[in-house]
């Protein structure tokens, strides 16, 4: 099984400033493929997840620009450029190289 | 519009069986591979099982082999998950998912005496 872990598991941000999160994997998400199965959801309150970034660096449809993912092999960074308000919640990465699918452990983000 | 409704849901006895639902809409079911995912209270999530768009591959986590059975119906756009021998761990609610995009609302699963 591929662990993911993800640091930090909290994040208090002044609105209008940065946030980044690190995930890193016990294998590498690069696929023979050329791709690489690493995705990234937000889980607001209350809600299900919603796709961010996925194969590592892609924007989902509808994503604002803020949000961006970058990494490779083993160790992937999503960063938020300026956190506002909806930025809020629980943040997860996700591998589907190999079965079972495993996350993250979560980083909650909060407004300072 | 994608959609992903998952009903079944409820408190049941340890030991007990449970059969959720997902009802599919928005694209066609029958090309997509389908999954469930859970989410303990208060804690992260965890893949559960996948199916194959023709149901001839099924994969599940360990916790839940043996227990659990992921099917479905194309004709009918349809998911489900027979959830069997429930134990107190099981207690979730559980996503129907079609990876890794879409995810419906889930439905809250509670095993308790």
């Known amino acids: 099984e591929i662990v993911m872990t993800q640091t930090p598991l909290s994040l208090s941000v002044t609105p209008g400033q940065p946030a980044s999160i690190s995930c890193k994997s016990s294998?590498?998400?690069?696929?023979?493929?050329?791709?690489?199965?690493l995705y990234w959801y937000l889980q607001k309150p209350g809600q299900s997840p919603q796709l961010l970034i996925y194969?590592?660096?892609n924007r989902f449809s509808g994503v604002p620009d803020r949000f961006s993912g970058s990494g490779s092999g083993t160790d992937f960074t999503l960063k938020i450029s300026r956190v506002e308000a909806e930025a809020v919640g629980v943040y997860y990465c996700m591998q589907s190289i190999q079965l079972p699918i495993t996350f993250g452990q979560g980083t909650r983000l909060e407004i300072k | 519009e994608v959609q992903l409704v998952e009903s079944g849901g409820g408190l049941v006895q340890p030991g007990g069986s449970l059969r959720l639902s997902c009802a599919a809409s928005?694209?066609?079911?029958?090309?997509?591979?389908m999954s469930w995912v859970r989410q303990a209270p208060g804690k992260g999530l965890e893949w559960v099982a996948n199916i194959k768009e023709d149901g001839s591959e099924k994969y599940y986590v360990d916790s839940v082999k043996g227990r659990f059975t992921i099917s479905r119906d194309n004709a009918k756009n349809s998911l489900y998950l027979q959830m069997n021998s429930l134990r107190v761990e099981d207690t979730a609610v559980y996503y129907c998912a079609r990876p890794v995009v879409y995810w419906g609302q889930g439905t809250l699963v509670t095993v308790s005496s």
């Open positions: 928005g694209f066609t079911f029958s090309s997509y591979w």
């Open positions: 194969e590592g660096s």
């Open positions: 294998q590498s998400l690069l696929h023979s493929d050329g791709k690489t199965y």
